[in-house]
């Protein structure tokens, strides 16, 4: 297996950023860049690696904040849902392949905590959360351009269908682990049990 993720804790609000790399071909991604830039040129730097793509899991300001710096370094492509409105080389949308090394990333639409949140899965084997779900948790849904009932759909009738053994990289280190599980999550998060979604929008907080 040649592909390697390195989960990088960066800033003050416990973000994660991603490198996905092809130790074969010395291609990667930079998923998140923000904050500690230093971490991600040095782990490049040591590893060799060129840089294809930078991906926003959404546009909020913590998880693009390091685009233009690396995308300069590297002459990376910026890659965002299309429904952002932040500057960006590239757009898509749900299902849209994306191709690195020896890799495949297919593009999980998942609304909710942001009108163009994404989730990544890698593989078939890894999903990166972004802020759509932690471990233990999901993301906020009182910001603006958020929206509960699409979270709602996104968290169970997207993510909640995937196959358990999936491995998660939320987008910030606010659970008990960095790391997850889809099954695990399934079993464990309070935010992924069964509910109608009425009850979830009282149970997030939201009148109608």
């Known amino acids: 297996m040649t592909l390697k993720i390195e989960q990088i804790l960066v800033g003050r609000m416990a973000n994660f950023s991603y490198i996905l790399y092809d ?13 500690d830039l230093e971490k991600i040129f040095d782990f490049l730097k040591i590893n060799k690696l060129s840089v294809k793509y930078i991906i926003n899991t959404h546009t909020h300001f913590d998880h693009i904040l390091g685009n233009d710096q690396i995308s300069l370094m590297t002459g990376a492509k ?9 500057p960006h080389d590239i757009s898509v949308n749900n299902g ?3 191709y690195f090394g020896k890799s495949k990333i297919q593009v999980v639409f998942t609304p909710g905590h942001s009108r163009d949140s994404i989730c990544l899965l890698i593989d078939d084997k890894y999903l990166i959360t972004g802020d759509t779900l932690f471990v233990g948790n999901c993301g906020r849904t009182d910001l ?9 759909e996104s968290l169970f009738y997207t993510i909640i269908k995937m196959d358990d053994s999936l491995i998660i990289y ?7 682990t960095p790391v997850s599980t889809i099954g695990y999550e399934k079993t464990n998060n309070f935010v992924l049990q069964e509910r109608t979604k009425d ?4 149970f997030m907080g939201i009148d109608d």
């Open 144 to 152: 603006p351009g958020s929206d509960a009932r699409q979270m709602y």
């Open 96 to 98: 849209n392949m994306i």
């Open 170 to 176: 939320p987008g910030h280190n606010y659970g008990s």
């Open 23 to 35: 130790t074969e071909t010395l291609e990667s991604i930079i998923v998140d860049p923000s904050w």
């Open 78 to 86: 910026v890659i965002q849902h299309q429904n952002s409105n932040e």
């Open 199 to 202: 009850e979830f929008l009282e």
